[in-house]
């Protein structure tokens, strides 16, 4: 998951992520253009060895998703993916600026900064589904429908039971677990285990697990 690192992280931050599916016939005819000018080139360049390999580069990455959408029936989309960060001081937002974009190109995105478009960011991350034409050109990217699945931001479910009662915090996302034991519609008994080792707390969290039902008054507990 693309996202998975940056969820896990608890920053706080928002993320806003739209999709915009291409014509296929378009894009294989516009590769296929490419493919035949780069091959050209790489056959009839006289440029420096850095300047070939990027070219190449392009040349097989364009061969690929030509072959993906031809042979694989994929589809292919551009990619918008915008991230806000907040924090309280400068310092601390730079070191989280720095941490997210570190996290990013580690999965293969190039980041850039909305310097002096800000204001056109924060928009395209509140929920008006608006993706705003001056800051699109400089977010797009390329992704067929597999890498399409890895943007889903979902990764992990919460548990949460609208009576329960408070049991810990989700590892995975750091949300809250709110679970009622005794919900016979949803679960088929109310047993528990609780393990760890000597003197980590296990009969204290019972003792608190019990006063807590108690307040809920549940009558239903057995000592």
Same mark, same amino acid.
């Given at each position: 998951?693309?996202?998975?690192?940056?969820?896990?992280?608890?920053?706080?931050?928002?993320?806003?992520?739209?999709?915009?599916?291409?014509?296929?016939?378009?894009?294989?005819?516009?590769?296929?253009?490419?493919?035949?000018?780069?091959?050209?080139?790489?056959?009839?360049?006289?440029?420096?060895?850095?300047?070939?390999?990027?070219?190449?580069?392009?040349?097989? #990455?364009?061969?690929? +998703?030509?072959?993906?959408?031809? $042979?694989? %029936?994929?589809?292919?989309? @551009?990619?918008?993916? &915008?991230?806000?960060?907040?924090?309280?001081?400068?310092?601390?937002?730079?070191?989280?600026?720095?941490?997210?974009?570190?996290?990013?190109?580690?999965?293969?995105?190039?980041?850039?900064?909305?310097?002096?478009?800000?204001?056109?960011?924060?928009?395209?991350?509140?929920?008006?589904?608006?993706?705003?034409?001056?800051?699109?050109?400089?977010?797009?990217?390329?992704?067929?429908?597999?890498?399409?699945?890895?943007?889903?931001?979902?990764?992990?479910?919460?548990?949460? #039971?609208?009576?329960? +009662?408070?049991?810990?915090?989700? $590892?995975? %996302?750091?949300?809250?677990? @709110?679970?009622?034991? &005794?919900?016979?519609?949803?679960?088929?008994?109310?047993?528990?285990?609780?393990?760890?080792?000597?003197?980590?707390?296990?009969?204290?969290?019972?003792?608190?697990?019990?006063?807590?039902?108690?307040?809920?008054?549940?009558?239903?507990?057995?000592?």
């Amino acid at each position: 998951m693309l996202l998975k690192s940056l969820i896990e992280t608890n920053i706080n931050m928002n993320i806003s992520i739209f999709y915009e599916r291409q014509d296929a016939y378009k894009t294989i005819k516009d590769l296929t253009y490419h493919i035949g000018n780069v091959g050209v080139e790489i056959k009839e360049t006289n440029q420096n060895r850095q300047d070939i390999d990027i070219a190449a580069y392009t040349y097989n #990455d364009a061969k690929y +998703i030509r072959k993906e959408i031809q $042979i694989n %029936n994929e589809d292919i989309y @551009f990619l918008y993916t &915008y991230i806000i960060v907040y924090a309280d001081e400068i310092k601390e937002l730079e070191y989280y600026l720095n941490k997210v974009e570190g996290i990013t190109q580690s999965k293969g995105m190039q980041t850039r900064r909305a310097n002096f478009r800000q204001d056109d960011l924060f928009f395209t991350t509140l929920p008006f589904m608006e993706n705003k034409e001056k800051i699109k050109e400089s977010a797009k990217r390329n992704i067929l429908t597999s890498g399409l699945i890895c943007t889903y931001p979902f990764i992990s479910s919460n548990i949460f #039971d609208e009576e329960g +009662i408070f049991i810990g915090t989700n $590892i995975y %996302n750091n949300s809250l677990v @709110f679970i009622d034991r &005794y919900n016979t519609k949803k679960y088929k008994n109310a047993n528990m285990c609780i393990f760890g080792t000597s003197g980590a707390g296990k009969s204290f969290y019972t003792k608190l697990l019990i006063l807590r039902y108690r307040l809920m008054r549940n009558k239903t507990i057995h000592y």
